[in-house]
Nanobody, 124 residues
Framework: QVQLVESGGGLVQAGGPLRPSCAAS????????MGWFRQAPGKEREFVAA????????VYADSVKGRFTISRDNAKNTVDLQMNSLKPEDTAVYYC?????????????????WGQGTQVTVSS
């Protein structure tokens, strides 16, 4: 059973950094792309960033390009989201996600496993 556990959310002032992390278990982590999504109050969940199984390929939503960086450590089964220059509109619950199919490109695979989410609040 795939388990994803996020941590590292919190309250930060606009312009500050935050680095949520996701710990995965239940299967061979290094075979699968990983992604981060977010959902703000009253809005649908949206894609934020994703990374290939090797870490060699990343993709970002336009709204976070140049500010967020996704990375993974296949030895530790973790995927992080370094968030810099945070804005109040980045406030949301951030979810870690994983696909059921291995070896697929991070931008085109369907994400079917989800963590419980971690709250990120950016104050103005």
């Amino acid at each position: 059973q795939v388990q994803l556990v996020e941590s590292g959310g919190g309250l930060v002032q606009a312009g500050g950094p935050l680095r949520p992390s996701c710990a995965a278990s239940g299967r061979t982590f290094s075979r699968y792309a990983m992604g981060w999504f977010r959902q703000a109050p009253g809005k649908e969940r949206e894609f934020v960033a994703a990374i290939s199984w090797s870490g060699g390929s990343t993709v970002y939503a336009d709204s976070v390009k140049g500010r967020f960086t996704i990375s993974r450590d296949n030895a530790k089964n973790t995927v992080d989201l370094q968030m810099n220059s945070l804005k109040p509109e980045d406030t949301a619950v951030y979810y870690c996600a994983a696909p059921s199919l291995p070896g697929r490109p991070p931008s085109s695979v369907a994400y079917e496993f989800w963590g419980q989410g971690t709250q990120v609040t950016v104050s103005s």
